[in-house]
């Protein structure tokens, strides 16, 4: 069991790291660390796919000479496709972490608080305020 | 290629592409005049007719044709496919008819809970939503599944939030961080799927999948891969302990963003699920690895309970969200049968329900609107009588819901009944359906009961202007799209067996 944990030495990093950050996007309550949880989710499933990727010996997924000939054998190279997943995720997991970035902005300028629960918790006291308003004018108006 | 036309094997393309094209022009074109959102509803309008068309071309020749499109012509194994069967036709009709009627009947309603400098932006993420939900139907490559599953994701969170307010923003995030768990373990489990077989085309896969299963190699990531992506995806689509998000982000959000989210982009994710069922692993796998009666049994739990908490809900809006719990709960009901016939009923139910949810939410939003933008539901006390086409809306979406004869609802609630007697749990998913079945009554009758009670005080109240014709006229089409689901569903269904079996 462990001499296989040892083998996949950077899988099993990759795989302790997506729980870190998943309990983390799961269980913060500021919503900068969930934030950061995310991205290290993100982070850990690229690592798992340049570890998954990587053929110790071969080169990178690029033509290169060797005495005036292009090596075209397959076997010399490793394979573009987790390289390309990579790339491709971590685009998203850009454009996914600038979005709830930009939100959680928005909720600060609302509520004056990171803490989705807070917030929560002003939204209804506000509403109570406005409940108590309501009635208060009512009882005015039949007096 | 011989059996169709080059112009329909190109449909599953352009009708991504067209959406994507508009999605991008739509802020370069004058925001005034609401022409963004008669652009976005004509491009939607062309690819339902494109899609119709696809249909028709499938079918017409009375076998369930299919074909694979090779993104950039590169070759199966490395290259991207888009795959289009019968179902697939059908469902992104229905997904086109859907989205334009929750344009059209919310047009004065999102002229006032959005504001004007923010229209055009609306329409780009309605595009992007619509796009991305035609590529979810047709990809063929678990990766550009993921992709499109994301911009869903950004799309989505962000039609909850382009109402502006405190609310919704709040709403938005919750929605967004229980969006971004999800697509996480999707993300994970697709690396994990990957490395296993080393493909990304859904066919491919499930080859390699086979080959594993038979030999019995690797059979732990195997079930690990396959319990994280049906937990992402039912995270995505609300599946009952994993739906806390949904009642805050459709309640809260202006009624066009409510219908297109429970109408439409639940059913994307659950329709991705099918296929990763049928397509990537195969049904003999889901039974061996015993996933059928996990989606089984959450499935029969978030009927129960989604309905119990519709019960307790006093904003309108609200309950029709918690109803939408019970009602994803109906769809992982027929797929957890794992049979061809519980897979079909799950796909009409999609259906009926992308037709009635839309509507009930667009009738809530007229009555409430009737009722001077009260939301709860005393409220709306007498509001029949001032908008009797939103009226006559819930009424018929609430006799759908309860499964009422000769109503969309029924049919799909009958062929879900009629699927599980093939399954071992029969006896449960018929209990399952009654009981779910009064549940949806005991809070629908009341609302029904409440907006037909005559009441003086609060119609001298009601100062709304008249519901517009456009209004009405996507009422009528509601209606009638219901009647039709209700009444002739039975060709429709053996049009799904049929899609299903080729999927």
């Known amino acids: 069991m462990l001499e296989k944990l040892l083998l996949n030495h950077y899988e099993a990093a990759a795989v302790i790291l997506s729980g870190i950050g998943l309990t983390n996007l799961l269980l913060q309550r500021n919503l900068i660390k969930k934030i950061i949880g995310l991205n290290i989710m993100d982070t850990a499933v690229y690592l798992f796919l340049a570890a998954k990727g990587y053929v110790a010996g071969r080169a990178a997924p690029i033509l290169f000479e060797e005495g005036g000939k292009w090596v075209t054998n397959p076997d010399v190279y490793v394979n573009p496709v987790p390289a390309g997943l990579v790339l491709t995720g971590i685009v998203v997991s850009v454009s996914v972490t600038a979005f709830a970035l930009a939100l959680t902005l928005r909720l600060y300028e609302h509520y004056g608080t990171l803490n989705i629960d807070e917030a929560l918790l002003k939204m209804t006291e506000q509403q109570e305020d406005i409940e108590a308003k309501v009635s208060q004018a009512e009882e005015d108006v039949l007096a | ?182 697509s996480g373990l999707v993300m994970i489990s697709i690396c994990l799927l990957y490395g296993l077989t080393g493909h990304l085309l859904m066919q491919n896969m499930h080859g390699a999948i086979q080959v594993l299963v038979t030999t019995q190699n690797y059979m732990m990531p195997l079930t690990v891969s396959l319990a994280l992506i049906t937990v992402g995806l039912a995270i995505k689509s609300a599946l009952y302990p994993f739906a806390a998000w949904l009642p805050d982000a459709h309640g809260s959000s202006t009624n066009a963003s409510s219908a297109i989210l429970s109408g439409l982009v639940l059913k994307g994710h659950i329709f991705i699920l099918i296929k990763i069922f049928c397509r990537v692993f195969g049904l003999d796998v889901i039974h061996a690895l015993r996933m059928d009666t996990v989606i089984f049994i959450l499935g029969v739990v978030a009927m129960i309970i989604g309905s119990v908490h519709a019960l307790r809900q006093k904003n309108v809006k609200r309950m029709i969200a918690w109803s939408s719990v019970a009602q994803v709960g109906y769809i992982f009901l027929g797929v957890g049968l794992n049979t061809i016939a519980g897979i079909a009923a799950a796909c009409l139910h999609i259906i009926v329900h992308a037709t009635v949810k839309p509507m009930l939410f667009t009738a809530a939003g007229g009555l409430s609107s009737a009722a001077g933008h009260k939301k709860g539901l005393h409220a709306l006390m007498g509001t029949f009588y001032v908008n009797r086409w939103a009226g006559l809306g819930l009424i018929a979406g609430a006799c759908s819901m309860m499964g009422v004869p000769a109503f969309a609802g029924f049919a799909s609630k009958l062929s879900l009944m009629l699927a599980s007697f093939d399954s071992p749990f029969v006896a449960w998913s018929l209990a399952a359906l009654a009981a779910s079945s009064v549940l949806n009554a005991l809070y629908y009758v009341p609302a029904v009961i409440v907006i037909m009670t005559h009441s003086k005080d609060a119609q001298k109240n009601f100062t709304a202007p008249p519901p517009t014709k456009l209004y009405n006229f996507s009422m009528l089409a509601f209606l009638i799209l219901n009647f039709y689901l209700g009444l002739f569903c039975m060709p429709l269904l053996r049009l799904i067996t049929r899609g299903v079996n080729v999927l």
């Open chain 2, 1 to 182: 290629m011989n059996e169709i036309s080059m112009f329909a094997f190109n449909i599953p393309f352009v009708s991504i592409f067209l959406m994507m094209i508009s999605a991008i022009i739509t802020p370069l074109i004058p925001n005034r005049n609401r022409l963004p959102e008669k652009l976005s509803c004509w491009v939607i309008s062309i690819v339902g007719v494109l899609s119709a068309y696809l249909l028709y071309a499938l079918t017409n020749s009375g076998q369930s044709i299919t074909f694979n499109f090779a993104m950039g012509h590169f070759p199966a194994p490395w290259g991207n496919e888009l795959r289009a069967g019968p179902l697939e036709a059908v469902l992104s009709l229905v997904f086109c008819i859907a989205m334009l009627l929750s344009l059209l009947g919310n047009f004065s309603s999102t002229q006032e809970d959005i504001a004007p400098a923010r229209r055009n932006i609306f329409c780009v993420l309605v595009n992007l939503l619509t796009a991305s939900l035609l590529a979810l139907t047709y990809t063929n490559d678990l990766f550009t599944a993921y992709v499109f599953i994301e911009i869903n994701t950004i799309a989505a969170c962000s039609i909850v939030a382009v109402k502006e307010g405190a609310e919704t923003v709040r709403a938005a995030l919750r929605y967004l961080v229980m969006s971004l768990v999800g």
